[in-house]
């Protein structure tokens, strides 16, 4: 089992940033590939940023590319999301999710189904 911890969510102003955490606990972190989904209410949970188990790819919805960073601490056992130039569509709850992945293909790390350990959720409110 891995038990996954999101904190850092809040209300923020269109344009601003905010930065996400999960902690990870449980089996061994480095052996996951780590992500973070979104969902907004009515609406399906969505792919938002995949990192590698070593921390050497990263993967990126086209709705946030250039604007969020996912990075990792293996040391920590955390998972980060820095989320800039935030926009009102960004609102959502989002999730930490973890899965023994270890493909270079992009689409892989899209489904949920590809994650067996998620996050209780932070919520995320970006106000115009």
């Known amino acids: 089992q891995v038990q996954l911890v999101e904190s850092g969510g809040g209300l923020v102003q269109a344009g601003g940033s905010l930065s996400l955490s999960c902690a990870a606990s449980g089996r061994t972190f480095s052996n996951y590939a780590m992500a973070w989904f979104r969902q907004a209410p009515g609406k399906e949970r969505e792919f938002v940023a995949a990192?590698?188990?070593?921390?050497?790819?990263?993967y990126y919805a086209d709705s946030v590319k250039g604007r969020f960073t996912i990075s990792r601490d293996n040391a920590k056992n955390t998972v980060y999301l820095q989320m800039n130039r935030l926009k009102p569509e960004d609102t959502a709850v989002y999730y930490c999710?973890?899965?023994?992945?270890?493909?270079?293909?992009?689409?892989?790390?899209?489904?949920?189904?590809?994650?067996?350990?998620w996050g209780q959720g932070t919520p995320v409110t970006v106000s115009s």
């Open positions: 999710a973890a899965g023994r992945l270890y493909s270079g293909y992009s689409g892989d790390y899209y489904p949920t189904h590809r994650y067996a350990y």
């Open positions: 990192i590698s188990w070593s921390g050497g790819s990263t």
